[in-house]
Structure formats: C-alpha cells, structure tokens
C-alpha cells in the first residue's frame, strides 16, 4: 500500500475517532470495516481495533447509564406517587384532629354546664332546707358538681391546647 493511502486512511481513521468522540456513531461500521486483516496494513487494523473497542465501551457506559437514568426515573415516580398519598392522610389526620378537638370542646363546655347546673341545685336543695353553709361542700351533689366542671375545663383546655406547651389558645383549622 502506498503512503498517500496509508494517509488517507490515518485521515479517515482520525475523522471516525472524532465522530466518536463526539457521540456520532453513525459511520461506526466503517470503522470496523478498517479492522479486516487481508485489506489494510496492521498498524490501520491495530489502530481501528483500538477505537473500536473504546467506541464499544463507550456505548456499553451510555447503556448502563441510560438505565440507570430510567430506573431513577422510575423510582422518582413512585417517590411522587408515596408523597401524595402521604399529603392525603396527612390532611385526612388534621381535619380528624380538628373535628376530634372541636368535639372535645363542645363536650367539656356541655360539661361546664352540667357541672355549674348540678352545683346550683345543689345549692339551692341545701339553702332549701336551712341547712349550715359551712356542710354545702360535702354535699354528694356539690361534689359531683365540682367534678363535673372540673371534667368539662380539662376537655376544653385540651381542645384549645391549654395542656401541650407553646400551642395556641384555639385549635387549628384543617
């Protein structure tokens, strides 16, 4: 072979390596064409073989990478889909816990009701019979009385966060 076309072929060899480097494999078959054994000189097919086996490596890392970039994809979607549904129950719990501590309010002031009309019957059924002041406390109806408000404070400081540090004084809307 003479050396205009060994040349040439360095040339062409020199075009392939710079498509392939940057990322155009469309003439790749023509650069393992240049790998025949009884057509070109040994230097071309040693150097053709080189750029070949990094033209496979190549796309065997862009394969792995593709693949890689799907499954990330993949596994962003269902991250999305878990984010969702979390937001969802989520939201579910805070309007449950709104309409738990709104019903706990209503409770502790039916309560509060209860308590101050249990205890001004029972004040009123003491002073009805003359009895001393000073035996008013120990009444089974004051009592139960006391009790009672007492019951209906707790339900509704509860509800309003009176009893978990640094909440606000009403509860929160969903």
């Known amino acids: 072979m003479e050396a205009h076309e060994v040349a040439d072929l360095i040339s062409l060899l020199r075009d392939l390596a710079q498509d392939v480097a940057r990322g155009e494999y469309g003439k790749a078959q023509a650069l393992f064409d240049l790998t025949k054994e009884d057509k070109y000189p040994a230097v ?3 150097l053709a073989e080189a750029f070949g ?5 190549i796309e065997g890392r862009q394969y792995r990478l593709e693949q890689t970039i799907d499954e990330l994809a993949a596994k962003n979607q269902e991250l999305e889909a878990t984010l969702a549904k979390v937001r969802v129950l989520e939201n579910r719990l805070r ?3 709104f309409s738990l501590r709104q019903l706990c309010n209503w409770m502790g002031l039916v309560l509060l009701v209860f308590g101050l009309l249990i205890i001004g019957g029972a004040v009123f059924a003491h ?3 003359a009895l001393p002041l000073r035996d008013l406390l120990t009444t089974p109806g004051m009592l139960i009385g006391v ?5 209906g404070t707790f339900l509704v400081g509860s509800a309003r966060g009176w009893s978990i540090a640094g909440t606000g004084s009403s ?3 969903p």
Do not use: D, G
Not at 147 to 151: E, G, N, P, S
């Open 44 to 46: 071309i097919r040693e």
């Open 53 to 57: 086996m990094m033209l496979v490596q």
């Open 95 to 97: 309007h449950e816990a």
């Open 127 to 129: 002073l009805a019979v």
């Open 147 to 151: 009790v009672t408000l007492l019951a």
């Open 171 to 173: 509860p929160t809307t």
